[in-house]
């Protein structure tokens, strides 16, 4: 897609796609499934500088695995981005599979042997509350939206940066008939897409986690 007022990232961008995940890793050490996964390597003594280092990895490649279906984009002053994308833009593919293969290619180049072992094992144990294919069921046949990721950069919030973001998607979603879903895992997060019209239709949760996830999707107008 190709949306007013945003920046659909190209797969040559480099520079680009580093300076947006740099942004946007930063933003997601706040979010609390993000805290949740790191958390497994609070057991190897990793720091908390590293924790970073690895968020804006995951952030990057997914950008690099996903500029090639259009699934990055960014407001042109860099105040937000998002992982988003069409669901018809993903050809024949469905976006957690690129996103394994995104998070495969994150491990070989960025983890140590001893992470990978941390965060594999964590990933396993969250997987009740982590249930990314939970629209396509109810999407077969029918194109959509998902985000994915959104990230404001800490600096320019209360700026309108998320909703210069996200107006142009739900603008184009309402022109087109589209549903649009998104993951997230706050009471804050939830109540702030519900302004924008999401509603939550999911809650996946487990015993072992405080943290948990609602599935939300938002109908054209």
């Known amino acids: 897609m190709q949306l007013p007022g945003l920046v659909t990232v190209e797969p040559d961008q480099i520079e680009t796609i580093e300076k947006l995940a740099c942004m946007m890793g930063k933003s997601f050490m706040e979010e609390l499934w993000t805290e949740a996964w790191l958390e497994a390597l609070d057991e190897i003594g990793t720091t908390a500088d590293r924790k970073l280092e ?15 279906f259009e699934c990055c984009y960014m407001l042109p002053d860099m105040a937000a981005g998002t992982g988003a994308y069409l669901s018809s833009d993903l050809k024949d ?3 957690s599979d690129l996103e394994d293969q995104a ?3 994150m491990a070989e180049e960025v983890l140590t042997e001893e992470e990978k072992t941390a965060l594999y094992k964590r990933a396993v ?23 994915f990721s959104v990230g404001v950069n800490p600096d320019m919030r209360g ?25 997230c895992y706050t009471d804050r997060l939830e109540s702030l897409y519900g302004h924008f019209g999401f509603e939550t239709v999911h809650r996946f949760t487990d015993p ?9 999707v938002r109908t054209p107008r």
């Open 54 to 68: 690895i968020s804006r990895a995951i952030m990057k490649y997914d950008f690099i695995v996903g500029t090639p």
């Open 93 to 95: 593919n469905i976006w």
């Open 103 to 105: 998070t495969e290619m």
């Open 125 to 147: 144990e969250m997987e009740p509350i982590s249930n990314f294919k939970w629209m396509i069921p109810e999407t077969e046949g029918k194109d959509f939206i998902h985000f």
């Open 159 to 183: 700026s309108g940066a998320f909703r210069r973001l996200v107006t142009p998607f739900l603008d184009y979603a309402d022109q087109h008939g589209l549903n649009c879903y998104l993951e």
């Open 208 to 216: 072992k986690f405080d943290v948990y996830e609602r599935a939300m």
